[in-house]
């Protein structure tokens, strides 16, 4: 399988904060796009600790974005190869695009509550 980021259906959002992507196998691929100063917080309220509970693989595009858990912070930067657990949230510093990878039974949940409170917004 394969797909430039143009020929991805949309999942969430709409440009330039949009959500690209689509399950293939066992993973849900997507490439994710968020503009300087989204703040993630807002769209997880009613998860556990309104935390995002669904972990995720992935690359960093461009951009930089602070990711904050109960107890610690870390930045990922354009070039880094990382791993989210359980329990974070994050707030772009910088244009942010990343490729990214979840489990669609893990991930399903938390798009279904992002949705809900960004159609409340």
């Not at 509970?53 to 912070?73: F, L, N, T």
Request: some cysteine.
């Amino acid at each position: 399988m394969r797909a430039s980021s143009d020929q991805l259906p949309i999942v969430f959002g709409a440009d330039p904060a949009s959500i690209r992507g689509g399950d293939w196998g066992d993973l849900r691929s997507m490439i994710i796009s968020l503009p300087a100063g989204t703040d993630l917080g807002p769209l997880l309220q009613g998860l556990p600790n309104n935390l995002c509970p669904c972990p995720h693989w992935g690359y960093v595009v461009k951009g930089q974005m602070r990711i904050s858990y109960a107890d610690s912070e870390e930045v990922l930067r354009a070039g880094d190869l990382f791993y989210l657990p359980p329990g974070h949230t994050g707030l772009v510093e910088e244009d942010f695009e990343c490729v990214e990878f979840s489990r669609p039974a893990e991930h399903e949940p938390v798009l279904e509550v992002v949705k809900r409170n960004a159609a409340a917004a």
